[in-house]
């Protein structure tokens, strides 16, 4: 026994090393659109630091599925969504995305591929041939060959101009000229910190500090808080999700009180963000520090009332579904899906090689196009012999050359509820400046 | 230098909630001969029951208590219905170890549908700073220290100077010796899963409440903090578990003051990788109070 003994408890150093340690297809051919159900993949973060952005994903995916599948399918093909974890690592995110591809020879699309994961993944996918929507910000992807991504969202570097310009040029507040940076130490956050940094400091601002914090659970900032207010900034950048709640509530408890002002990316218009930040700081501390940065959306007109019917209609899959209405993720998601399903039909064609270039054709338009805001509109005009352009809940796309579709900010806010509300936007001559002085 | 004072006292916020959890796991395993790796997650189970209790309304001071019985109730149980059971088959320490993962698994998966993914905070101001020179802590931190402090003396008491405690030392030297001297040491056990399990739902609520705000995936975030002071200190050692705790909570905070806080977990796992290189036992090995008595 005592033997036995021993041997176990020499045994506990060798395994906490091991727990240390652990820390870390084929398409249809030819013509025809086939048969069988097709399946759209997520692959995205569900659980880790970032598994508030698997959600966000799956959300824009079931309504798409719905507004497909109640509008006849793809030629008769139901479409349904399935989550594939990259836990945000791309360790985990390799495996992940060779199992979604081995064992499913029905994707139509794929959607997520995070910066968290992107790199790792994106490549995979583009061997798959697969066509892909990525919510990436990187700007290795700015001018990418690869025939299959497509990201609809600026790149992670006019984000961080934007939040400069809120910094600069924002309403309700004299400029700031005292910023600390504040993002993750994950590679999704890190993107933006050099961009920031060149912009704001060449327009004459000061970066206090630049913390790069640990996103894991339960993770306490106290001293790293300590130091940043010694730094005293008039402002915090950032974008440190998981993580902002408790670094805040942690801002508020060590400066008596007094909250200072914070601006976050595109990524904080976020309901699981907006709680946990809310539920950390309190509500009117939140509205009046907090100012973030998004796309212009409209949240209105016949694609986004089409988006919000199937996004409500989607709880019994997931009950937080209606969450995201907002979310501009989420809405571009959605649009990518659509645009993928009336690809099929315009090609006729479920073979991913000879649709994907046709996406690009329906989210630019070609001359004479007819503009659709629904699956429902678009495959009624290309059943009609017409050419079509897709204007979604996400707005109008541009695609260039890289397959990268860009649109402008706007400086936005919050109301109690967590409803995004417009604040202002930057002049083209103030985001011209702010480019220049970034070296974009 | 006012960064590192006050880091000294972050650290001692630190290193009390370190010391609660890893003193009830390094108790757990020293006595029981159980490397429970469910112990993250009955953690966070437990200050989920106190997270309701304090969203009904209900001080989270009084659902600590709650956390603590609730921990309490569910180690005993998970002893008694999956692990003793597996114990009595003779299960070798290896696939005792797998069943507590998949035990840990089973609770983290059961509890998301219920919890969400969501993270949750308790509603608690922190009571205002109070500060002792540079040092600066809420009255919830300081309250927190004075928990650890209090359990840390009452672990030693319980060791040192009752029948229970004794008998729980006997048993960890030799659970045979100690039956045959009349030592009851099946309900010597359902003491230790009761007192470790109580420890281990109160750092939960402690935990969560020195977080800020907590997830389902914390468990697995907790358990390796526990597991490296656990292991600095001595395998099964419930005073160099608070000594592991204490260089633990320290050295991430003065990391943090020091250089990048990306690094200050590195730093703190490349000390206890450096220990374990100079001293494979842990600091206490050959003096801990789980040794035989006299």
New interface residues.
């Given amino acids: 026994?005592?033997t036995?003994?021993r041997?176990?408890?020499?045994?506990?150093?060798l395994?906490?090393?091991i727990?240390?340690a652990g820390?870390g297809g084929s398409s249809s051919t030819g013509g025809g659109l086939g048969s069988g159900p097709l399946l759209v993949g997520i692959i995205a973060p569900?659980?880790?630091a970032d598994?508030?952005l698997g959600?966000a994903y799956y959300a824009a995916c079931l309504p798409a599925a719905l507004s497909i599948n109640n509008n006849g399918g793809v030629g008769g093909r139901q479409v349904s969504c399935q989550k594939f974890d990259t836990r945000g690592e791309p360790a985990d995110a390799v495996p992940a995305a060779n199992a979604m591809i081995a064992s499913n020879s029905n994707l139509m699309a794929i959607v997520g591929c995070t910066s968290d994961e992107a790199s790792s993944v994106v490549p995979i996918i583009d061997r798959a041939k697969i066509p892909m929507f990525c919510m990436t910000g990187q700007s290795e992807f700015n001018k990418t060959t690869l025939k299959y991504f497509h990201r609809l969202v600026p790149a992670d570097v006019y984000d961080a101009y934007a939040m400069v310009g809120s910094a600069l040029y924002g309403p309700g507040h004299s400029p700031y000229h005292k910023a600390a940076l504040v993002f993750g130490?994950d590679i999704g956050s890190q993107a933006f910190v050099k961009p920031a940094t060149d912009a704001f400091t060449k327009l004459g601002g000061t970066i206090t500090i630049n913390?790069?914090?640990?996103l894991?659970?339960?993770?306490?900032?106290?001293?790293?808080v300590?130091?940043m207010l010694?730094s005293k900034p008039d402002v915090i950048l950032t974008e440190a999700l998981?993580a902002a709640?408790?670094y805040l509530?942690?801002v508020k408890?060590?400066n008596?009180?007094q909250m200072i002002p914070f601006l976050g990316t595109s990524a904080t218009i976020d309901p699981?963000w907006f709680?946990?930040v809310r539920?950390?700081i309190g509500i009117t501390d939140f509205l009046k520090y907090y100012q973030g940065v998004d796309l212009g959306y409209t949240f209105s007109g016949p694609a986004y009332s089409e988006f919000i019917t199937n996004l409500n209609a989607s709880v019994s899959q997931f009950a937080?579904a209606p969450k995201y209405k907002q979310r501009g993720s989420t809405l571009h998601l959605y649009d990518g899906i659509i645009m993928s399903a009336l690809a099929m039909v315009a090609t006729n064609s479920a073979d991913r090689t000879v649709y994907d270039p046709k996406i690009i054709d329906i989210g630019n338009g070609t001359s004479g196009a007819m503009v659709v805001n629904t699956y429902k509109d678009g495959v009624a005009a290309l059943k009609s012999g017409k050419s079509i352009r897709f204007v979604g809940a996400g707005g109008e796309n541009q695609f260039n050359q890289y397959n990268n579709s860009q649109s402008g900010y706007i400086l936005v806010t919050y109301d109690k509820d967590g409803n995004e509300v417009k604040v202002g936007e930057l002049t083209p001559e103030q985001t011209s400046t702010i480019i220049n002085a970034g070296g974009a | 230098m006012n960064l590192f004072v006050a880091a000294f006292g972050f650290g001692l916020v630190s290193m009390s909630v370190i010391a609660i959890a890893a003193v009830g796991f390094t108790m757990q395993f020293g006595i029981t001969n159980m490397i429970n790796l469910a112990y993250g997650e009955v953690m966070v189970s437990s200050a989920y029951v106190a997270y309701y209790l304090n969203k009904a309304g209900i001080s989270v001071w009084i659902g600590m208590v709650a956390g603590a019985l609730f921990g309490s109730v569910f180690s005993f149980l998970l002893n008694r219905f999956i692990y003793a059971p597996f114990m009595r088959r003779g299960t070798a320490n290896l696939g005792m170890v797998i069943v507590s993962l998949a035990v840990s698994l089973m609770i983290a998966n059961l509890l998301l549908p219920i919890v969400g993914y969501y993270p949750v905070s308790y509603q608690e101001d922190g009571g205002g700073l109070i500060r002792l020179g540079p040092i600066a802590l809420t009255r919830d931190q300081f309250i927190v220290i004075g928990i650890a402090v209090v359990l840390m003396l009452a672990i030693h008491a319980l060791l040192t100077y009752t029948r229970l405690g004794k008998a729980m030392r006997a048993t960890a030297a030799n659970a045979t010796l100690a039956r045959n001297c009349g030592i009851p040491t099946g309900r010597v056990i359902d003491g230790v899963w009761l007192i470790t399990g109580a420890l281990c739902g109160l750092a939960g609520v402690v935990a969560a409440l020195n977080a800020g705000s907590f997830v389902i995936g914390n468990g697995a975030a907790f358990l390796i903090t526990i597991l490296a002071a656990a292991v600095l200190g001595g395998a099964g050692q419930p005073y160099g578990a608070m000594i592991g705790a204490v260089l633990i909570g320290l050295i991430t905070e003065f990391s943090a003051a020091a250089w990048s806080p990306q690094y200050k977990e590195v730093v703190a796992f490349a000390v206890l990788v450096l220990v374990m290189v100079l001293r494979p036992q842990g600091l206490l090995a050959k003096r801990g109070a789980l040794a035989a008595a006299g």
């Fill in positions: 026994m005592k036995f003994h041997a176990s408890r020499m045994s506990l150093p395994l906490a090393a727990v240390l820390c569900f659980t880790g598994a508030g959600p130490n913390q790069a914090i640990n894991a659970p339960g993770t306490s900032y106290r001293t790293e300590a130091a010694q998981g709640g408790t509530k942690e408890s060590q008596n009180g699981v709680q946990q539920d950390a937080d």
